[in-house]
């Protein structure tokens, strides 16, 4: 588990490792990062810690354009899609960044906040490996309350703005799911900020 602090120094998160994803763009001119959405991923669904071939975790694969299709059924009903997240949390706590904060990820679709459209121009996207009918590790809540410490320390303006994926897409996504547990998260980064 890494309690150490973490920094955001030129759009990266010190605490996390850096694997590129193909799958992002500038945000629009002068847009403030203002909102951080958080999701949950899975590959193949509700499965864990899953591996191609080359060891690669499998939702690092897939945001990286680098999922063999053929390696499990469902994969083939993802067949195609480039998303991409800022920062991936694994089970064990490990942080994997794809996208630079200042560029856009690939994460919400479409959506909507507070009347906001698109909400993918504005916010940070952190994918917690998990479903929505698991909770979620300890190591995974210390590492994103850190996260969220650090991005609110490079951008105070998302300090009012954290939500999850349901309420900016409720009509296409449920995650992260009834067993994220808000109220923890938000004691734990209330903690360190
Ligand atoms: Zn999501």
New binding site residues.
Partial sequence: MKTHTSTITDGRLSSADWLASPNYNHRPQNMAIDTI?I???SLPPDEFKQTDKNDLHYVKAFFTNALDWEAHPYFKTIKGVEVSAHLFIERDGNITQFVNFADRAW??GQSSYLGREAVNDFSI?I?MEGSDFQGFTEAQYHALAQSIAAIYQAYPATKNHLTG?SDI?PVR?T??GEFFDWVKLRKMVSELV
């Fill in positions: 959405v999701h949950n991923i994460h919400a996207g994918e994926h897409a996504k995650d992260p």
